[in-house]
Nanobody, 115 residues
Framework: VQLQASGGGLVQAGGSLRLSCVTSGLTFGNYVMAWYRQTPGNQRELVASISPNRISNYGEFVKGRFTIERDDAKNTVYPQMGKLRPQDTAVYYC??????????WGQGTLVTVSS
């Protein structure tokens, strides 16, 4: 199983980024796709998730700024992040979750938001 995250980079405050995560080796349509983020010294926190039937869930800090979509034909999940703030700077990780015992995570992509 592989999850390849991309789309991170440097963006100015107020700007937007679209991350993507392409998966292989799993039945994509069976998995909740999730994005978490982590900063040094802090625990990972949920950014967004989307279920196989497209029910989405967002971290409290998102406050309507992000949306998440999935393309089952391409085995890909896309969080669209807007109105970015310096405190959104973090490494963003993509995960595929079927159960607590069956979940897979990618390597992370760095998002840096400058003020």
């Amino acid at each position: 199983v592989q999850l390849q995250a991309s789309g991170g980079g440097l963006v100015q405050a107020g700007g937007s980024l679209r991350l993507s995560c392409v998966t292989s080796g799993l039945t994509f349509g069976n998995y909740v796709m999730a994005w978490y983020r982590q900063t040094p010294g802090n625990q990972r926190e949920l950014v967004a998730s989307i279920s196989p039937n497209r029910i989405s869930n967002y971290g409290e800090f998102v406050k309507g700024r992000f949306t998440i979509e999935r393309d089952d034909a391409k085995n890909t999940v896309y969080p669209q992040m807007g109105k970015l703030r310096p405190q959104d700077t973090a490494v963003y990780y993509c995960g595929a979750v079927f159960s607590r015992a069956q979940q897979y995570w990618g390597q992370g992509t760095l998002v840096t938001v400058s003020s």
